[in-house]
């Protein structure tokens, strides 16, 4: 078995696979804040123009955007700067180790996106099929 032509077959596939659940899971955020949807947040519904309102739209715009694959070097650039202005604003002031925060899904998420940016969306992408055409 050849590992490198197993790796040369399946990591841009695999990065496809990663962009699409990123974009799935972080969408739940976004409909959370903004539908109500699976549940009402603890916090309740924020107003649309607010700070938590703005997030929302960002999570759930920008998550079908990475799930589509469709802008996802400019889109997943801007949530990754979401995140760590997430990460600074929401949790690093609660203590210096994110799993003591409650931060490192926000660190995660903003890694996750910032390697998506260099990255690219993969071969199943709306991105990859616009430029396979010209």
Known sequence: MNL???S???APRLLSV???MTGLL????????LLGFPAVSERG?????????IAGILELVGGAL???GLFTRPTAFILSGQMAVAY???HASRSFYPLLNGGELAVLYCFIF???AAAGPGPWSLDAQRRSRF
């Not at 972080?26 to 804040?33: L, V």
């Not at 519904?45 to 309102?53: C, H, K, Q, Y």
């Open 4 to 6: 490198d032509a197993i």
């Open 66 to 68: 990475i799930v589509l």
């Open 26 to 33: 972080f969408m739940a955020h976004g409909t959370q804040k």
């Open 45 to 53: 519904m924020p107003a649309l123009l607010s700070l938590p309102g």
């Open 18 to 20: 990663l962009r699409i």
């Open 8 to 10: 040369t077959t399946w």
């Open 88 to 90: 600074f604003l929401a």
């Open 114 to 116: 910032l390697y998506l």
